[in-house]
Each structure stands twice: as structure tokens, then as C-alpha cells.
């Protein structure tokens, strides 16, 4: 079963729009974190945003802010004022919190964001 | 600012030899992780890899796959008869402690492994 889910395979934005990525996930534990990386098209993951399962506000990091909503297990990625450097593979990953899981990243399929002037 | 750093950034190697991938993680950090992500896909986790020792590993990651930390500061996959189906971007990541939920996995810019 998947355990994140990006239900968006391609989306488009225009210049300084926001724009909300979704990512619902899958889990029994009450501990995990939420994270968003960004994949350019030159291959690269870059770290963006973490929420915590017990986080209580939703994570911000300058344009990237995350809509947290627990109990529809939902961890959407808000990006305000796009810019044309946003467009890139955006994924979601969940690292569930027991320790014999090693703590491994469990990722979406991705979403393709385009962002056109 | 600190970075995971992976060589080479393109390996081409004939089918059913071996190959080693090569990765340098940030100095601090103490959990070293590979992933793999075959064109157009997810990525996917191979291994986690903590106090020389591996601590978890998936399915991907078979008798033909092995993980080594030689010194104090390289960390390596290999793989010993590399198959078609091993092309893929190979990802080493890093993290502090994994303790805190929080840590993130800092990655490396990939090694794109091609069989041919």
C-alpha cells in the first residue's frame, strides 16, 4: 500500500501565484515527520520543509509553508509569489518515527510544477 | 554551507560488472542513507547505515548490493554484477540524529549509473 500519496502528477502556476501541491500519507504511528524536497531538472534533492507529526502550527521556511491537517492526514506544500526557479519535481516523504524502520524516507511519486511568466 | 558530496556523477558500466559509488557525507553527521530513483520514478531507500553497521534495508537492496564506510569519511555502495535494471540515479544522504524527528536527510547531487 502507499504510504504518501501525490495525487497531482503536473501542475501549473504562473508567476507570482501561490500554489498548493498536495501529498496525503498513510500511517498507524503517531510519531513521524513530513518532509518536502525539490528535484530540479538537473537531479539534485534539495531539503525544503519538515513538519513534525506532533507539531502543533504548520512549518513555514520563507515561501514554503506547509499546510498540516492531521487528521485528514494531509501535508500540503504551499509555495506564495512562485517564482520561474520553482519549476522542478516537488516530492513528499514521511519517516516514520520506530527506530527499527532506520529511519529510511518514504516518498511520493512526485508532482512536476511548471511556473510560466 | 556543509554538503553530501558523490563521485563520479556519471558511471558507465558493462552489464555483470562491478561498480562502486562513492560518497562523502557531512562531517557531523552520524546515519548515512543510499536511494535510488529509476528515470521518471520515485525514490526509492535502499539502506541506512549506522555505527558501521547497516540498520535497515529493503528489498532492492540484494546479496548484489553491499555498503562500506572504509575510513572516517567515505561511504560506499557496491554493487557486484550490476544488471540491466540497476540504471538508475543513485542518492547517498546524510543526517545528524536521527533522534530528532526533525533532522533532515541532506542529499548528494546523485551518481546516474547506466548499464549498457
Known amino acids: 500500500a502507499q504510504k504518501i500519496t501525490q495525487t497531482q502528477p503536473g501542475m501549473f502556476v504562473q508567476e507570482k501565484e501561490a500554489v498548493t501541491l498536495d501529498c496525503t500519507y498513510d500511517?498507524?504511528?503517531?510519531?513521524?515527520?513530513l518532509f518536502w524536497y525539490k528535484q530540479p531538472s538537473s537531479g539534485e534533492m534539495i531539503f525544503l520543509i519538515y513538519?513534525?507529526?506532533?507539531?502543533?502550527q504548520n512549518a513555514t521556511e520563507g515561501r514554503y509553508s506547509l499546510n498540516f491537517q492531521k487528521a485528514r492526514k494531509s501535508a500540503n506544500l504551499v509555495i506564495s509569489a512562485s517564482q520561474l526557479g520553482d519549476s522542478a519535481m516537488y516530492f513528499c516523504?514521511?519517516?516514520?518515527?520506530?527506530?527499527?524502520?532506520?529511519?529510511?524516507?518514504?516518498f511520493g511519486k512526485g508532482t512536476s510544477l511548471l511556473v510560466t511568466p | 554551507e556543509p554538503e553530501v558530496t558523490q563521485t563520479p556523477s556519471h558511471q558507465v558500466t558493462q552489464m555483470g560488472q562491478e561498480v562502486i559509488l562513492r560518497c562523502v557525507p557531512i562531517?557531523?553527521?552520524?546515519?548515512f542513507y543510499w536511494y535510488r530513483q529509476i528515470l521518471g520514478q520515485k525514490v526509492e531507500f535502499l539502506v541506512s547505515?549506522?555505527?558501521?553497521?547497516?540498520?535497515?534495508k529493503s528489498e532492492i537492496f540484494d546479496d548484489q548490493f553491499s555498503v562500506e564506510r572504509p575510513d572516517g569519511s567515505n561511504f560506499t555502495l557496491k554493487i557486484r554484477s550490476t544488471k540491466l535494471e540497476d540504471s538508475a540515479m543513485y542518492f547517498c544522504?546524510?543526517?545528524?540524529?536521527?533522534?530528532?524527528?526533525?533532522?533532515?536527510?541532506?542529499f548528494g547531487d546523485g551518481t546516474r549509473l547506466s548499464i549498457l
Open positions: 544522504a546524510s543526517s545528524e540524529k536521527t533522534l530528532a524527528r526533525n533532522q533532515p536527510q541532506h
Open positions: 500511517t498507524s504511528d503517531q510519531s513521524y515527520g
Open positions: 513538519q513534525g507529526s506532533y507539531d502543533e
Open positions: 516523504a514521511m519517516r516514520e518515527g520506530h527506530r527499527n524502520s532506520g529511519y529510511a524516507l518514504n
Open positions: 562531517s557531523n553527521h552520524l546515519y
Open positions: 547505515f549506522y555505527n558501521n553497521e547497516i540498520s535497515e
